[in-house]
Nanobody, 116 residues
């Protein structure tokens, strides 16, 4: 079992920044990749950024150059630095962990609201 707890969401003006954190616990050694997803009202959940166990990252086109995902294995925490935020970034952001056996775990989500 893996537990994920997100934090760092909130209300910010367009052009501002936020940093989300995802603290992991439990069977951490079983985790292969970590990722951030988001879900806006009335829309499907979408991948925002992924971080592999080796530290390589991938991003959705809509956030490239603005968002940076990273992981601190010493703290068992994954981060999402979000800069130049836009109103269309408003969503609930979820942390995801995928194990080597392809099992997915999700955090409870944290709300990010960007005002224009």
């Amino acid at each position: 079992q893996v537990q994920l707890v997100e934090s760092g969401g909130g209300l910010v003006q367009a052009g501002g920044s936020l940093r989300l954190s995802c603290a992991t616990s439990g069977s951490i050694s079983s985790i292969n990749t970590m990722a951030w997803y988001r879900q806006a009202p009335g829309k499907q959940r979408e991948l925002v950024a992924g971080v592999s166990s080796g530290g390589s990252t991938n991003y959705a086109d809509s956030v490239k150059g603005r968002f940076t995902a990273s992981r601190d294995d010493a703290k068992n925490t994954v981060y999402l630095q979000m800069n130049s935020l836009k109103p269309e970034d408003t969503a609930v952001y979820y942390c995801n962990a995928r194990t080597y056996s392809y099992r997915n775990y999700w955090g409870q989500g944290t709300q990010v609201t960007v005002s224009s």
